[in-house]
């Protein structure tokens, strides 16, 4: 989870000098689609790794659930408290710093196992109602809802972690972790524009929020867009922390099918693949997003 | 509404009141105790050698600095109280900056209309109307849909004195409009403000500009080390400077 600063208005490095030669520029890409043939071409003709394969990749679905959800609300997240870390008020500051500190210093993991060992058997106790707290059943209906608890469910039987829809049980720990780097892309994005732009805005009678909104955010974001494309393929790597709580992803059906046949090195070959595939698919969706936004710096 | 008020006759009462400004940074004293009075339809220009605190008495009279003591009035509003509404006295106070500040995210009619609508709430209709009539004037209709940055330095401050206008403001405050300019460049900006001053619009300008001075001020004021030195008739000051540190500053710059 490395930090990227934003683009400078004038980069050290003009990518205007590199070669425009495609094969030059994008071999890289044509040794990996090769590899990538051979491998799928390996796969497709061994019995045993259509098995493992056919095993592992109903995970995908759950894979991109958790990284698109845990990135929108790190998003949202990220996005108030870099308002936050630039507020003057200092209760606000103080507050937002604690909660950037407190959730890039403790490991995802570690924050995984949290919620999935304290947090959603506290959440269980809430809507099953063993908890102290008085049952409000409006609310208990809602939260069951949002956590896609069948009704009947509760009715039968005691309620358990797996009643809770694995995405939603997973993706608050995501998002709080992601939430705190964001934080500090978008701060850096916002710091990257000069102070000019705010006191031009107010100046025209604007309102803090309404100069943030229509003229400090619209070139900020802009800035660290590749940043936050990097962090979206970081996330989508490190969902695949989600398989120690049996979040039903990938790499959880990996070590469930690698372990149950005694077969890891096809389970990973699989596993590798697929995460190859899709980071690198994103990977050119962000040199694609950098290449537009250098030409729009010239179109202007 | 706002063509009104400009035709009306200068009253006594000031629409801008200073009174014993000081203002500090850190240890440097960027204010002492300045008073300045402008009244609508003057134009008021500030000189002085650079760290003598006129672009910080400008900025304090639209808040973008606070004063430590001292009163600051609008009409008839004290900028400087916690309790008023300085958003709405911006709206009444144009300004244009050294470094024009253009929204490079917006094409020049956006830069022109984004404030129009967001805050003075009008229509898309009217403000593109509004912005269109302010960039004939300032004499650059073709550029309205080009981005800032591929305009030249005087063509982006001709905007910038536009979009400061499309609010319809009572007051223009320039802060060294031509100090980033190319030589060739300057006096497109200062024919706008000349202009300006002769439709009568209220103007506090600081400036290095001794011509501009001459030609549009009714009043000008000699700053030094936060300290209003001197306040007079351009006419005076040129012709027969009395104070030392002002003869001093024309000597160097003239």
């Not at chain 1, 949002?146 to 797996?162: C, K």
């Not at chain 1, 992803?249 to 699989?270: D, K, M, V």
């Not at chain 2, 009572?170 to 031509?178: A, H, N, Q, V, Y």
């Amino acid at each position: 989870m490395a930090q990227i600063e934003p683009t400078a208005p004038r980069p050290f490095f003009d990518p205007r000098g590199v070669s425009r030669n495609i094969l030059e520029r994008r071999s890289w890409f044509l040794v990996f689609i090769a590899l990538d043939i051979f491998v799928l071409y390996g796969i497709f003709t061994s019995p045993i790794l259509i098995e493992a394969w056919n095993f592992v990749v109903v995970g995908i679905g759950v894979t991109l659930q958790i990284t698109i959800f845990s990135f929108l609300f790190s998003i949202i997240i990220g996005l108030i408290v870099a308002l936050g870390r630039i507020s003057k008020n200092i209760i606000i500051y103080n507050v937002t710093t604690l909660y950037v500190e407190l959730f890039r210093g403790l490991p995802l993991l570690v924050i995984i196992l949290i919620f999935a060992f304290v947090v959603t058997p506290a959440l269980i106790d809430v809507i099953a109602g063993t908890d102290v707290l008085p049952g409000i059943p409006f609310l208990d209906n809602l939260i069951q809802q949002m956590v896609g608890i069948n009704p009947a469910v509760i009715e039968t039987t005691s309620l358990r972690a797996r009643d809770i829809d694995p995405v939603i049980r997973i993706v608050f720990a995501f998002a709080v972790t992601y939430g705190a780097f964001m934080s500090e892309v978008f701060r850096a994005g916002i710091e990257s524009i000069g102070r000019g732009q705010m006191e031009a805005s107010r100046s025209l009678g604007m309102t803090y929020f309404e100069a943030m909104r229509h003229v400090i955010l619209p070139q900020a974001i802009r800035n660290v867009l590749p940043a936050l494309a990097n962090n979206f393929i970081l996330l989508l790597k490190d969902t695949s922390l989600a398989s120690v709580v049996a979040v039903p992803e990938i790499s959880h059906l990996t070590r469930q099918y690698a372990s149950n046949r005694f077969r890891y090195p096809e389970g990973l070959l699989i596993l590798s693949f697929i995460y190859a595939n899709l980071t690198i698919l994103m990977s050119l969706g962000v040199i694609y997003l950098e290449s537009r936004l250098q030409q729009d710096k010239h179109d202007e | 509404m706002s063509e009104l008020i400009r035709t009306l006759p200068p009253s006594d009462k000031p629409i801008i009141h200073i009174k014993d400004a000081t203002k500090s940074f850190g240890a440097v004293k960027a204010l002492r105790n300045v008073s300045l009075d402008v009244h609508a339809g003057e134009v008021v220009v500030i000189i002085g050698p650079s760290g003598s605190g006129k672009s910080t008495l400008l900025r304090c009279i639209n808040r973008l600095e606070t004063v430590n003591s001292g009163e600051i009035w609008v009409e008839d509003v004290q900028v400087n109280s916690k309790n008023c509404d300085i958003n709405r006295v911006r709206e009444e106070v144009g300004m244009v900056f050294q470094q024009f500040n253009l929204f490079p995210n917006l094409s020049v009619m956006g830069n022109l209309m984004l404030a129009q609508t967001v805050v003075r709430k009008r229509n898309r209709a009217e403000s593109e109307h509004i912005a269109r009539r302010l960039l004939d004037k300032v004499g650059i209709p073709e550029k309205a849909d080009v981005f800032p940055t591929k305009l030249s330095g005087g063509q982006q401050q001709r905007v910038a004195i536009a979009r400061a206008l499309a609010m319809n403001p009572k007051i223009m405050l320039f802060d060294e409009p031509t100090s980033a300019l190319d030589p060739e460049m300057i006096k497109e900006v200062l024919d706008v403000m000349l202009d300006l001053a002769k439709e009568g619009m209220t103007m506090v300008v600081v400036t290095h500009e001794m011509g501009f001075a001459r030609a549009a001020a009714n009043k000008i004021v000699f700053m030094d080390h936060g300290e209003k030195i001197v306040e007079t008739t351009p006419a005076d000051l040129f012709d027969n400077p009395q104070h030392e540190r002002l003869k001093q500053f024309l000597g160097k710059i003239l």
